[in-house]
DNA sequence: TATGAATGAGAATTCATTCAT
DNA sequence: AATGAATGAATTCTCATTCAT
């Protein structure tokens, strides 16, 4: 199911080096030009390969993307099936999840930003675009369902939630780490972006059910916050 | 002054007219396409005008996503500098900040979308894409520092959590509200997105200042939170 | 035979000076942009007019230039066909000619330019640029013929000899007077470009006929260059 | 050095063949239609090519052009900096490079006419034209310089000369080469038309000082100038 | 097998000309 | 008479893909 692309060359050693360096160049590619605008031949002479060559590896230069995206798709699903090792507290397990997601956001947004793109304008990008999208989101909303269990953030659609952690973290993966992004002068490292993310996701994700329009600046006191009240008691 | 671009026509009714068509027309194809994909031609055909006549109101197809990308800067400069009209409370500004960015968002994600597509091959846009997040960056980080002058999510950069809630808010507009979104068979009504979002804010910025790395106040026991014994380990 | 073209406003003195206004941006646009690249619109606007109006008064963008050529041919032919008023020194006559041609190509070489241009690729413009060539090439060769009585030039065609000296007189109004000609930063007034203009002509016509061959370094007096003595020699 | 424009292509002997046969079709369709007539897909299909391959060797039309300018004005150059094997004798010099410039025009009217039109709209063409003149006009003028030295033509700018000069010898290869030119049913032959314009110049630039105009104030009585005078008695 | 020249289907763009107002 | 919006044919240029060598 992964591995819909099965092409020629993938036995010999050599051909499997070239196809690896190949699918290197067009991450690059991707992220200095995006797809439409990323060439071929551009991306087979930085392999000192000739344009031609490249159809021996791919039949389309779509068929690239949907590997990539294949790849990434999998990198996604391994972490999300990946048994969460802290015994039982649905925080931790956020928190390990996100930082697992945002590492991978943060390394394949040139191949998110590519799907993306062309997931508007071509059926095929858009249903297996989609399928990426539903992966994380598949992975985020189990967690915040194990959350609600204990109470928190109670009445909230638990997949509407998942989709918006998911929207952040990925297009932040773009904006904090791109060249073009919103800090062009700043060099943000995964210790003060993990940091950023998990503190927001979590207080968002922890904080109670009537929160929205009661709090009151008189209300400084965290420890009244009735949400947490009640996810201590139900842990406790 | 927000209006750079002073086209030919702005005189006639007639002219008039069919500029502002050509702009919707413009986003409805933006919405289907993508920048690259979308056609002048096509463009025009549904405003039913020949292709030509695209040229009498912009010089390129560039120029026209820069006057809908203006148009949407311009849109969110007068919500960033709309006095806030509650007596005081930063947790109400930030939630009619927060219902103002998402309908901006909500409906102008196909420029958005087109003009970060375009940021990424193209220098001028990259400019002007950039100009527009730091317009909601602005708007929002205002919010959050007088936030933290309360007391609230106290340690952390407020641009980098501004940057981080104008992401999730921009990329949910897109996945929430397109066709090829996170959810096709689902209507999400303002109502509901703008609650989803607005609580998992509002909390998210609430929390205490030292909530993921340290104990709140209230909580006492630190040593019970399994997640913040790790993150107190990890830095010691 | 010279208007060949006659449109529907000549009448009313306002038409006509409207035409005549556009004939005059015409030429201007012409100069600065030669004939391909010059657009009605641009004309139009230049007098004030919509690019509609054009055709109100020429049926066509050649037809405008075609009238411009056929003037153009009309001041060369009533030069041509003036009476020369000096009594019958053909170097006089000469000297006359080409003052006045020099003139002519001074003021048209916008005119004279588009024209060559458009016969390289137009039937019609070939023919008609071609008699314009004529006309100066018979008025020239008319001198000649008149000095090659006298025993002036002897030998040679006079048809060649018109045709490469209006090709001389006709380029250099473009090369000193143009802009984009040989001499940018410097204004050669009439007085000198006729002065040398014709000298080089007067001696150029006036040599004797074994010339080519002859001259020696040892031949310093002009008055006792052999190629004129042979000239004479051979006339006697 | 002259070579300023490196294409990507050069290496392989194919792609050379195919260079050098677009630059042959170019000039060809040049003569007959003109730059701006002159389609690709045209030259393209001369050749038996496709239009697209056209971008292979060159990223523009107007690269083109400026490649067979260059080329042009490397004859000219070479031409000009060729020594002068006449021991000595400055008409001889000056026939020989007169012989020279004719072929050299005579061959490349085409590419000549077509950069003198772009020049007029273009502001890099205009630049490079400028200096392929300059070329010729250098060349001509040193040879005027030295004929000065020997007392002939004195007075006269040298430039201004060597610059009525190159253009009669330009535009007179057109006019007695092209199609189009000035005798359409007739071949000139080289040897006729060195003759004409060897002797013509020659001639022309051999006059002594006050020939012209018998311009010199002292110089009341027409008959004292020996040229004259042998003129009049001539007739008389 | 690799190369890189060639293909060819499109897309943007231009502008003389038309025509409804 | 005039306007200026609209037309639409024509042309340049792009680049994924093919194929002869």
């Known amino acids: ?83 969460l090792n802290t015994r039982g507290d649905p925080l931790e397990h956020l928190k390990e999840r996100l930082g697992a997601f945002w590492k991978i956001y943060r390394d394949d947004w040139p191949v998110a930003t590519a799907a993306f793109q062309m997931s508007m304008a071509d059926r095929e990008f858009a249903r297996a675009w989609h399928g990426v999208r539903q992966q994380g989101i598949r992975g985020m909303s189990s967690v915040i369902k194990l959350l609600q269990k204990e109470g928190y953030c109670a009445g909230l659609d638990s997949e509407l939630i998942a989709s918006a952690l998911c929207s952040m973290l990925e297009y932040t993966g773009y904006n904090w780490t791109a060249r073009a992004g919103d800090f062009p002068d700043r060099l943000i490292d995964d210790g003060a972006a993990i940091e950023v993310l998990t503190r927001l996701v979590l207080n968002g994700v922890r904080g109670g059910a009537a929160e929205t329009t009661a709090a009151s600046p008189a209300d400084k006191e965290p420890g009244r916050d009735p949400a947490r009240r009640r996810a201590k008691s139900e842990r406790g």
């Open 1 to 83: 199911m992964d591995e819909l692309i099965e092409p020629a060359t993938r036995r010999t050693p050599k051909g499997n080096t070239t196809r690896e360096a190949i699918k290197l160049a067009a991450k690059r590619a991707l992220a200095v030009d995006g797809f439409s605008n990323a060439k071929i031949a551009d991306i087979m002479a930085s392999v000192n390969r000739s344009p031609g060559a490249f159809y021996k590896y791919y039949p389309s230069k779509e068929a690239l993307l949907h590997e990539l995206l294949d790849e990434f798709r999998t990198r996604l699903k391994a972490e999300v099936n990946r048994p």
